[in-house]
């Protein structure tokens, strides 16, 4: 029992130490990244293996506490965010359960920004992040399905696919197929390669498309109106728009 409300403390308190740990899972999140990232460019060894088991230990260690203090865990295991990391321990430790799914890993990026309570304590803690929330998300959203594509291209391609040398070149692919450009010189091979590239321009473009929306949209300040509940308002504004009700919107001062 005492073990079950430490793991609640760190989850779901809102005090600097749980603070503290649930940045540093977000730390750990980025440095995955950038491990599977690298180590697509290292030879398989033994040490590659041994950093993928221990990762794959905390990513399941992470993932066995918040499933145990959840108080719908059946539900949770629904999410897809949970699906997406039981895929990435499965493939962490796939030198263990065998080899030919370790392109699964990269599933992991798709709880970026998207658990530990991030959003609420970002805003809370950067005033930065409040002035440009949708232009992050957006941001990261589409950085997220570009990383995640390019994992699946490289790591779907590169056995049989000779102009996929390293994972530059997926990723080079990758941004040819989502901004509609189509040099050419790379191309996907067989049924799932040519699915591939119909998914990354559909989604890819629509998430581009989000990402200029953001920036071209004028600038605004998210800020519940207490009556209609209107959320976005110019950053000066005294009246909501929509009902004219007197809004209070906290001033962070001269930048």
Not at 198 to 221: A, D, H, S, W, Y
Not at 247 to 255: K, M, S, Y
Request: net charge positive.
């Amino acid at each position: 029992m005492r073990v079950m409300d430490k793991l609640k403390f760190l989850y779901e308190a809102d005090v600097p130490e749980a603070h503290r740990f649930r940045y540093a899972l977000l730390v750990f999140d980025i440095v995955t990244i950038l491990f599977i990232v690298v180590s697509s460019f290292l030879p398989h060894s033994k040490f590659v293996q041994g950093i993928d088991i221990v990762i794959g230990l905390i990513v399941l260690a992470d993932f066995s506490a918040r499933l145990a203090i959840s108080p719908t865990p059946w539900k949770d295991l629904l999410h897809p965010t949970t699906v997406a990391d039981v895929a990435a321990i499965v493939s962490f430790l796939a030198p263990i359960v065998g080899e030919g799914i370790g392109f699964l890993r990269i599933l992991r990026t798709v709880r970026l920004l998207h658990t530990y309570q991030l959003l609420v304590r970002l805003r809370a803690d950067s005033p930065f992040f409040r002035r440009n929330e949708e232009l992050i998300i957006a941001t990261v959203n589409l950085s997220v399905f570009i990383f995640i594509m390019t994992g699946f291209v490289y790591e779907t391609q590169r056995w049989t696919n000779e102009k996929m040398g390293n994972y530059i070149d997926a990723l080079y692919f990758t941004m040819a197929a989502l901004t509609t450009t189509g040099f050419g010189d790379i191309t996907l091979t067989g049924t799932l390669g040519h699915l591939l590239s119909v998914i990354i321009m559909i989604f890819g473009v629509t998430l581009f498309l989000r990402l200029v929306q953001v920036l071209l949209r004028p600038n605004k300040v998210r800020h519940p109106c207490p009556v209609c509940g209107l959320q976005r308002h110019d950053r000066d504004a005294v009246h909501c728009k929509a009902c004219g009700t007197i809004l209070n919107i906290p001033d962070e001062g001269a930048v």
